[in-house]
């Protein structure tokens, strides 16, 4: 099973900020919060990883929570192409481990 | 370019028959894994593979088979013993721990 739970769907409008929470309460210290997306019929793309600290790239920020039961993904400006299912998994540091990804939320961008 | 290459891109499988999808990655990664995705769902986990000749099952390995003899490929066949084969099959790869993971673009399975 995932250990992460997130929200099944998410409206935004265009242009506007996009929180998208996941909860991860069992994550281990080793745990990494990495961020995937999925366009229809394509394969997920990377958005986003973290370990502690808070992080930024030019497609989204992560925000972690201090007891990192808990991260955010923040897309600053939503816009239609951001419109894709948004997977929160954990992956450890060490090993080369199963990576099981959950349902992910749906992210739908109004114009 | 680097990444990974799954084929065939669509499928048609007659029901009662075997089929091999295939993904090879030149991204010199150790791990590899297959997913499973039916429509509007997520990803379930196939089967992964962490180093050559060794494999271990996922969530749903009832009616699949890998085999991992060599480090850039690892296929997947799909059985006549898997009851419900209709889906979109992604192949993924990563290197050590911690670092991200690379999908393919995916290979439809239609069972007729």
């Known amino acids: 099973d995932a250990k992460t739970t997130q929200p099944n769907s998410m409206e935004s409008n265009e242009e506007e900020p996009v929180h998208l929470p996941c909860n991860h309460s069992t994550i281990s210290g080793t745990d990494y919060i990495h961020w995937y997306r999925q366009l229809p019929s394509q394969g997920p793309e990377y958005v986003i990883h973290g370990l502690t600290s808070n992080v930024n790239n030019r497609m989204a920020s992560l925000a972690i929570a201090e007891d990192r039961k808990s991260s955010t993904l923040i897309l600053h400006r939503a816009t239609l192409r951001d419109a894709a299912v948004y997977y929160c998994?954990?992956?450890?540091?060490?090993?080369?481990?199963?990576?099981?990804f959950g349902a992910g939320t749906r992210l739908t961008v109004k114009p | 370019d680097g990444g990974i290459t799954q084929s065939p891109k669509y499928l048609f499988r007659k029901e009662g028959q075997n089929v091999t999808l295939s993904c090879e990655q030149n991204l010199n990664h150790d791990a590899m894994y297959w997913y499973r995705q039916d429509p509007g769902q997520g990803l379930r986990l196939i089967y992964y593979?962490?180093?050559?000749?060794?494999?271990q099952k996922g969530d749903i390995a009832e009616g699949y088979s890998v085999s991992r003899e060599k480090k850039e490929s690892f296929p997947l066949t799909v059985t006549s013993a898997q009851k419900n084969p209709t889906a979109f099959y992604l192949c993924?790869?990563?290197?050590?721990?911690?670092?991200?993971?690379?999908f393919g673009e995916g290979s439809w399975l239609t069972v007729v």
């Open positions: 993924a790869s990563r290197t050590g721990g911690g670092n991200t993971i690379y």
């Open positions: 998994i954990l992956s450890t540091q060490y090993n080369n481990n199963d990576m099981r």
């Open positions: 593979s962490q180093i050559v000749n060794d494999f």
